[in-house]
Nanobody, 123 residues
């Protein structure tokens, strides 16, 4: 199995910064894409940012210019630096990983989610 463990959420005032981190562990052959998604109360889960193994990044329009995603392939970790936070950034943030696992029949691509970490931005 694979576990994604997030850390770094909390309460911050508007304009402040937070850094989220996520560490993947378990039966992992290699990790393709890692990313962060968020879900606000009453809304669907949405993409925040993703990063591939070659450091190609993709950001939601709401995150561009304020958030920076990075990863450490050697440690199987991904981080999200969030600056200039706004009240509308308040949500539960989930770490996501698309990775290869070795099975008896060969390599298989699977996706995993973290348990989520709360980010609250006060006005």
């Amino acid at each position: 199995q694979v576990q994604l463990v997030e850390s770094g959420g909390g309460l911050v005032q508007a304009g402040g910064s937070l850094r989220l981190s996520c560490a993947a562990s378990g039966s992992i052959f290699s990790i393709n894409t890692m990313g962060w998604y968020r879900q606000a109360p009453g809304k669907q889960r949405e993409l925040v940012a993703t990063i591939t193994g070659s450091d190609s990044t993709n950001y939601a329009d709401s995150a561009k210019g304020r958030f920076t995603i990075s990863r450490d392939n050697a440690k199987n970790t991904v981080s999200l630096q969030m600056n200039s936070l706004k009240p509308e950034d308040t949500a539960v943030y989930y770490c996501h990983a698309l990775l290869l696992q070795r099975r008896l029949t060969g390599l298989r691509m699977n996706e995993y989610w973290g348990q989520g970490t709360q980010v609250t931005v006060s006005s």
